[in-house]
Every structure is written in structure tokens, then in C-alpha cells.
């Protein structure tokens, strides 16, 4: 496409490692940022199992038990990627892996949720006796978007499998 000179970000025929670039921050830092609402999301499943007195279900234990760590995984490994930008390193095609760990972990605390609250977390408001099931809806529906956004889940794979593992593109 055309563009006038004074609109050119970056050099002449180079607009693809600009959209790039900005794929791989979103994937690496942005992806830190998002596990934070993920691990707030956890800590309200946690709460919300606790008052339900399904924790003691261990099929639900094993469940909770999982989300933690990948959430724990997910902050170590942004830890890990804001310590090598802070140390004048650039993002990489790792960051795939940490979208691809937090759309995962994202889609499975929505299942878990809706599990939980069983029939009722469709309903897109709470009510007296259960206050917590109309933001679990809600984050049910945005949760489908996570293997979208940023990348599909597919292309993630390909980019780790090519530019981290080395594997050929055919």
C-alpha cells in the first residue's frame, strides 16, 4: 500500500517486522499484565468454592490446585521476561508460551467456575442466595476469546515449534 513519507513508521518495506514486534510484546508483557486479572479471577473461584463447601470434593481440590500453579507458573515466567527487558532484552517468540499457558489457564478457571455454580452460572445476574454467579457468566463468555486474541492458539504452536524448538515450517 501506499503511504505518504511523513506516515512511514519505521524503514521503507518493513511494516511486517513492525507488526510482529508488536505481537511479540503483546503476547510476552501484556500477557504479565493479564495474569493478574486471571489471578484475581482465581482467588474469587477459591473464595467462592470455600463458601460453597465444595473443596472438600476432591476432583475440585485437584482442579484448584491446578489453576494455582499454572497461575504461579505464569507470574514466575513474566517475572522472567520483565527481568531480561529491564536488563536491555527484547521479547521473543517465548512469549508465546506464556499467552499460551494463560489462554489455557483462563478457559479452564471459566469451566471451573461454571462446574461449580453448576446450571446457575448462566444466569447474567446474581440473586440473594448465590451473589456470585452473574460475573462468572460474563467472564464464561469473554474466557471463549482467550486462544483468539494475540495470536490463535494454532499459530502459537507454530511459532514456538519454527523459532524456539528450531523444527522446520513444512
Not at 14 to 42: C, K, M, P, Q, Y
Not at 84 to 103: D, Q
Request: charged share 20%; no cysteine.
Amino acid at each position: 500500500m501506499r503511504v505518504p513519507v511523513e506516515n512511514l513508521v519505521g524503514k521503507e518495506h518493513a511494516g511486517w517486522g513492525v507488526a510482529i514486534t508488536t505481537l511479540v510484546h503483546e503476547r510476552d508483557v501484556l500477557t504479565h499484565i493479564r495474569h493478574i486479572s486471571l489471578r484475581n479471577a482465581l482467588h474469587r473461584l477459591i473464595k467462592m468454592a470455600k463458601e460453597r463447601g465444595v473443596t472438600s470434593n476432591p476432583l475440585v481440590r485437584q482442579k484448584l490446585a491446578h489453576l494455582y500453579i499454572s497461575e504461579q507458573a505464569l507470574q514466575l515466567n513474566g517475572f522472567r521476561s520483565l527481568t531480561n527487558i529491564m536488563r536491555g532484552g527484547h521479547p521473543g517468540p517465548e512469549g508465546s508460551t506464556a499467552k499460551m499457558l494463560w489462554s489455557q489457564t483462563d478457559v479452564e478457571l471459566a469451566q471451573t467456575a461454571t462446574e461449580i455454580l453448576g446450571p446457575y452460572s448462566q444466569q447474567a445476574q446474581g440473586t440473594d442466595w448465590a451473589p456470585d454467579q452473574g460475573q462468572w457468566e460474563f467472564y464464561e463468555l469473554l474466557a471463549r476469546g482467550s486462544g483468539i486474541r494475540a495470536g490463535t492458539t494454532e499459530i502459537l504452536k507454530n511459532i514456538l515449534g519454527e523459532r524456539v524448538l528450531g523444527l522446520p515450517k513444512d
